[in-house]
């Protein structure tokens, strides 16, 4: 079940609008919004990142072999200056959960960079 918080794996283009591909996305959108019937909004994540981390950004546990709550398989990080609005139909596949205090973190950032 999708649930705010949520990696899912979906179609989505870079930050400047282009190179389409299947990329984790975390799902930002309330849980009680997700009822298919209107787009998601998501915050992209990514592995080509440098150290330090760019700001506004979070990193997200990983581990080789999938870790057990964010599914993820390398290092990677949330770029909360990369929002973007998905439909539920296209999501290809579930990874796992944002861990509930880096998920808070992620909030925080998107507070700074939007005023939402």
Not at 31 to 36: A, I, M, R, S, V
């Amino acid at each position: 079940m999708l649930r705010q918080g949520s990696i899912v794996w979906v179609i989505v283009p870079d930050p400047a609008g282009r190179n389409l591909k299947s990329r984790p996305v975390a799902i930002l959108t309330p849980t009680e919004h997700l009822d298919g019937t209107q787009p998601i909004r998501a915050a992209a994540i990514t592995s080509t990142f440098s150290e330090p981390i760019p700001v506004h950004s979070v990193k997200l546990p990983w581990s080789r072999h999938s870790h057990p709550v964010t599914g993820l398989n390398r290092p990677s990080i949330v770029r909360c200056d990369w929002i973007c609005r998905i439909e539920v139909t296209n999501i290809t596949g579930v990874a796992g959960i944002v861990p509930t205090k880096l998920f808070a973190e992620i909030v925080r950032h998107i507070r700074d960079l939007t005023g939402e």
